[in-house]
């Protein structure tokens, strides 16, 4: 069985600095995906990054990086320039395709507060 | 625009009334799933249906159901609501089998009195 795992339940940044938020995985599967979503208080699921195990670069979206490490089975969000809008919960998923479909797990999550 | 819509926002029950939760989507993907999220906790997977195939996780309860009568519209049918099963309700779809994105629709807040 898959299994991700955050171990920061919440981050406090100031506002401009860049953050980290953790995210290991655990799965026997040779291919996979890696997800991030950003979900604010309003309560939508929002893509913010994705990362397949095949993927030879690390991905990034405009000031979303992600920090995939194979062999450590991390795959750590990189929030650069954070603005007060960031602040939100932000999960990481892994992707599992079964013999009917593909189906997301998802980590416990990081608050993220963004502060002057 | 909105591609996967999930109506009510907000819906209030009475403990024990069945309540109906929908999903519709504009993508015309072939997957559709429906997550429970409780306050403070990650979303945890109820079920999807691939087309017409209905998949139920192992540990969702009985008394949560699922229609889907077209590839656009997906229904969570809670036969009698519990305390318990106060929650924010995610739909999302996906295309295909593997490699394949999510998208989630808004959410409903189902409160139950």
């Known amino acids: 069985a898959q299994k991700i795992t955050q171990t920061q339940p919440g981050m406090f940044v100031q506002e401009k600095e860049a953050v980290t938020l953790d995210c290991t995985y655990d799965?026997?599967?040779?291919?996979?995906?890696l997800f991030w979503y950003k979900q604010p208080s309003s309560g939508e699921m929002i893509f913010l990054i994705y990362q397949g195990s095949y993927d030879q670069q690390n991905a990034t979206e405009g000031r979303y990086s992600l920090n995939f490490q194979k062999a450590r089975k991390s795959a750590n969000l990189v929030i650069s320039a954070s603005q007060l809008g960031d602040s939100a919960m932000y999960f990481c998923a892994m992707r599992e395709d079964t013999g009917t479909a593909s189906k997301l797990t998802f980590g416990t999550g990081t608050r993220l507060q963004v502060t002057l | 625009d909105a591609m996967v819509i999930q109506n009510p926002r907000y819906q209030v029950t009475q403990f024990g009334k069945p309540v109906t939760l929908s999903c519709s989507q504009t993508?015309?993907?072939?997957?559709m799933y429906w997550y429970q999220q409780k306050s403070s906790q990650a979303p945890k997977l109820l079920f999807h249906y691939y087309d017409k195939d209905f998949n139920n996780e192992a540990d969702t309860p009985d008394n949560f159901q699922s229609r889907r009568p077209n590839t656009s519209f997906c229904f969570l049918d809670i036969r009698s609501p519990g305390l318990g099963d106060a929650a924010m309700y995610l739909c999302?779809?996906?295309?295909?089998?593997?490699?394949?994105?999510?998208?989630f629709g808004s959410g409903t807040q189902l409160s139950v009195l």
């Open positions: 993508l015309n993907h072939n997957v």
């Open positions: 999302a779809t996906s295309r295909a089998r593997i490699n394949e994105m999510m998208f």
């Open positions: 799965t026997s599967d040779p291919s996979y995906g």
